[in-house]
């Protein structure tokens, strides 16, 4: 059994948690806010983020990040994205050996555009053993109440993947799959939170199942085309990554991309909205940095561009929809015949 380092006792750091203790692991989970690691001590909970939820014995919260990382060689980081640098420039004051981190954050970083494992590649350089990238349809209200779940990990050293597999693997109620698609995996991963925003936007202007199809479907196709452009396999987007995520996403009460959508829909602005959520909703960076991405790149995205608009060019909702239905007529396998072309040209 293992010694393991999460850093960031949120919703996701804390359910994976709970699978790690119950596969045996001693965990240390670590959180910024000193009461909030107090009552997981004391109380063992963490009410804010995981309601009526009681937590293993074998968890235990830290408050002092060199005390937590102190001779362990895997730390999995779910902080938001946006929290990820300079929570690795405090790990890295406190290690003297390389560490294996496993991300499990879903975003990529605006103006860089850069995934988590290369941010995490960069910020750690020779205090990086390996990264791997845990991802997948799992809201962490399910994974703690041990409901069956499935993700995937991912790594540029399948070894590394096959042992973070081995550690999280659980046979009552969480499976992990590999997939050494690494762009494919951490891609559908983030783009899928962009969908789930406007999939939230049209169930709160009250349209129906239709509407919600059409967005889930169409939404693969530009995660597609974005992600082999980037250099994805394809077939990943079918994937517990790709689909499998985007179904969730779009579809369930607990993701906070689909209520933040939701409430947008309902004609909030998105200040108050993000300020009612109380957690992280990554879909709203994830917006910027694939609008950017896709502008740089010429690739068509535009489900994402109409949802820049709403975010950031307070354009309304309802006119957001009837510009995507009023756009030029098209090919749907437009994009499969492209990229069957592409590789067939590759060969
Ligand atoms: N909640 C879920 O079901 C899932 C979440 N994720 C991903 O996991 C990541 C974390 O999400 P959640 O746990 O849901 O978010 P959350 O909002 O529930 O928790 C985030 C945690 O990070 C902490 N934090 C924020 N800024 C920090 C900083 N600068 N330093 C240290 N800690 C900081 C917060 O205090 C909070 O404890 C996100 O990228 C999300 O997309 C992935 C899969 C499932
Ligand atoms: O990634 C998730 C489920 O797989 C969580 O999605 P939300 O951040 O929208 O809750």
Redesign the pocket.
Known sequence: MEQVAVL??????TALSMVLADNGHAVRLW???PEQIKEINTKRTNEK?LPGIELPELIVGYADLCQALENVRTVVL????K?IR??LGNVRQCLKEPITIVT????IEPDTHKRISEIIEEEMGSLLQDVVVLSGP???EEVSLRHPTTVTVSSKNMKAAERIQDLFMNHQYFRVYTNPDLIGVEIGGALKNIIALAAGITDGLGYGDNAKAALITRGLAEIARLGSTLGANPLTFSGLTGIGDLIVTCTSVHSRNWRAGHLLGKGKKLDEVLDSMG??V?GVRTTKAAYQLAKKLGVKMPITEVLYDVLFNEKNPKDAVDSLMSRVKTHEMEDLVNILDKSEQEK
């Open positions: 960031g006792a949120g919703s996701w750091g959180g910024h806010r983020y779910a902080v938001p994205t929290a300079e929570v499990v954050s879903k975003g799992s809201h962490a957690m992280v990554e």
